[in-house]
């Protein structure tokens, strides 16, 4: 449950977090060639809960297998999140955890842990990012009050 009263920022994924999860699992070829990031949906529970905030910090840690990925995604969310900065979208490759870019984030801005949640659709992703001692939650899971 987000008391949303109770955080100041909010990390969140990228696929399957704030979009849809493509339908399906995508191979090399797809993703270079052939899959869209651009018509992925806005994860509409999300979707409302973003827009529902105000005077909030926001940011993406997401994985990225390709530079086309990169390109669509800043699109795809510069029409559906635009509230969300383009220096504060962090595309990682799968060789890195978040929890790296977390505390980046966390470091650069002197942030305070208690003050942050992290939203993603995978529970390693939560495992990891849950170490630094902040606040996780699946997206699934999410109720707010």
């Not at 999300?46 to 669509?72: A, H, R, W």
């Not at 529970?123 to 109720?143: A, E, F, P, Q």
Request: net charge positive; charged share 30%.
């Amino acid at each position: 449950m987000i008391n949303k009263e109770n955080y100041d920022v909010y990390i969140f994924d990228y696929e399957g977090t704030l979009s849809k999860a493509p339908s399906k699992v995508l191979s090399l070829k797809e993703l270079i060639y052939e899959f869209d990031f651009r018509k992925l949906l806005p994860n509409k529970k999300i979707y409302n809960l973003v827009n529902s905030l105000n005077n909030k910090d926001f940011y993406v840690v997401g994985v990225i297998e390709t530079n086309k990925e990169i390109e669509q995604k800043y699109d795809w969310l510069k029409i559906n999140y635009p509230m969300i900065k383009k220096e504060n979208c962090i595309f990682i490759s799968g060789e890195h955890k978040k929890s790296e870019a977390v505390s980046a984030i966390i470091s650069k801005n002197n942030y305070d842990k208690n003050k942050i949640i992290f939203i993603d659709d995978k529970k390693s992703h939560i495992k990891d990012v849950s170490s630094l001692g902040i606040k996780t939650i699946l997206v699934d899971d999410i109720k707010l009050i």
